[in-house]
């Protein structure tokens, strides 16, 4: 991993951190300091233009679109969003090496639905596992264990598992682009939350080093749990039962009960944050609503309408008429990862 | 060892705040103020020196239980912990109130369940209602409209409603003590949740002006809510149905989907509070719980094991051994509400 010059290092971390020091997941992140230039990684254009003249207008002294600092709610998707989620979102990808361990270290589980699909290795074969097999891999690799101990397995595969294209740890694969703009909103006074579809503590473990967000503003899907004593010791046991799903619709409705003020931006690229776009936009005052295009197959990905993860239909048909900047990220983007830079 | 800060009235407020300025609602808290000893309305005594030690201690540079300013996470229950509960819950005081209001515009609901209960004022009656006629009164005076115009009810009657015994409104009928210890543990870099039965959206309207905390650090109760586009306007539209109850074990499992890191210090009244107090302080490292004891009929009420509302027993029965301070409001406090003083 890279040694990047940063002096801001501990702003960008949000604070000193537990976490941090006992992590050993690569923070590219890092490199968006203050020192630099805001937003360096982004070509001089609309796109640009459009965020930094948002940024000067509600924090503007005396600017009538001036938005009090407790009042500067961020909210960002994460898959797609911050970081890439192709050729399957990175949880998936968790999950499947979870199945492989567990196969591995118990053969009897190779003839078995769904360890069988998953071995196989055939995309085809795991989609056709349905609504019913995704649930039952979710329960063979999130629950039945404590919430620290699921932890500990994200970070261990984060620190090993390897992305199949770029052949580097999936936490490589944050855009650089967006880490800037993270940095450059609070370094303008904005909060900036997490408000993914994946899972809470799926997310927890890295992305306060990763993305400078601390867990508290980090809203997810979560699966059930259930408290219990263990030797004396407080845990929390993770449920094969879902709890919230953290997608479409319900993205607006955990905002009001987690954050419960009216996010002024919102950051999106799928239909799954169509409701959040609309939830940030459709209000009084000034607010910023904007989706990441992926429209780069060389660099990243490009995919759309079509895509059955992290599909942009609806999304990028309102996309004009509600003034959402659409963010196209070969045209927009000098650099997508960090160690293309 | 630190000299313990005080708060600034700025600081106790949350900052300045569009809610502040905008609202009617008595704000005693301000009683407190950087002027003032901290923890002044405490009895100088065994409470108010292990609350002081184990702030020092925490937050001593070079203590072997310093911890760091971010994992400086404290958790509070509000009905009978930060305000009174008696003779009923607040919040119930402004569900049967709202059935009052909705009857004397539509005579012909007076001979209807659960109208007719609640208009005859008789306790008796209201509890013979039963669990199904709670979630009735809760249908009928909590769902059906808007988040943003549940709110607006919640200030109106903040404003006009009168606790029956004390004929004040119920915003009088927190606790000085209490607005102390949160002002004297976020003067020393602690952040202050509540973690709530009480339901979120009856709380955000008031608790930024009346405890200094501001919407994103209140966990509670929530019905379920469904996100629509009407003219225009994106709003989230109540429903009758309980979402998550915040309560017993639910508050360990919503402290971690909503805060992600283990509090070091929690402070309840109640059984409810019990697996709180549990998951903050059977755990490694410095950890402190606290049991506020309703030990003042005179002042406040009496009332513990054989109470229907608020009833401590178990967690009352584990203290001692736990460690917990068990707070005697009556020998503890030399005020219990500002308006004493």
């Known amino acids: ?76 998707d994460n898959d797609g969003t911050l970081w890439s989620e192709q050729p399957v979102y990175f949880q998936l990808a968790f999950a499947l090496d979870r199945i492989r361990a567990l196969a591995a270290v118990n053969s009897g589980l190779a003839g078995i639905e769904p360890y069988k699909s998953v071995l196989s290795g055939d995309p085809a074969a795991i989609a056709a596992l349905g609504e019913m097999g995704l649930l039952q891999i979710v329960a063979l690799t999130h629950a039945g264990m404590t919430t620290e101990q699921f932890q500990v397995q994200v970070k261990e595969w984060l620190k090993t598992a390897r992305h199949p294209r770029f052949d580097r740890p999936y936490t490589d694969l944050v855009f650089q682009p967006m880490l800037e703009l993270l940095a450059y909103l609070r370094a303008n006074g904005f909060k900036t939350y997490i408000v993914s579809g994946g899972g809470v503590d799926f997310m927890r473990p890295w992305v306060e080093t990763v993305y400078g967000i601390p867990p508290e503003q980090i809203v997810g899907s979560a699966i059930q749990a259930q408290f219990e004593i263990d030797g004396g010791k407080a845990e929390l046991r993770k449920l094969p039962e879902i709890e919230f799903n953290n997608d479409g619709p319900g993205k607006p409705v955990a905002i009001n009960r987690f954050i419960g003020r009216l996010p002024v931006f919102a950051a ?74």
Not at 317 to 328: S, T
């Open 1 to 76: 991993m890279a040694t990047p010059s940063f002096a801001t290092r501990r702003e960008f971390l949000g604070g000193s951190s537990l976490l941090a020091s006992t992590m050993a997941i690569p923070a590219f992140a890092t490199r968006a300091s203050a020192e630099e230039t805001p937003l360096a990684s982004w070509h001089d254009g609309p796109a640009r233009n459009a965020i930094v003249a948002f940024v000067e207008r509600t924090t503007g002294q005396g600017s009538p679109d001036f938005v009090p600092p407790e009042e500067r709610i961020t909210v960002f």
């Open 268 to 341: 999106g690229n799928s239909d799954g944050d169509l409701e959040m776009l609309q939830w940030t936009t459709l209000r009084p005052g000034p607010r910023f609503g904007m989706i990441v295009h992926h429209t780069d197959a060389e660099r990243e990905w490009a995919y759309d309408r079509d895509s059955k993860m992290g599909r942009l239909d609806r999304a990028l048909a309102e996309a004009p008429d509600r003034g959402w900047l659409v963010v196209d990220m070969q045209q927009d983007w000098k650099t997508v990862y960090p160690f293309q830079m």
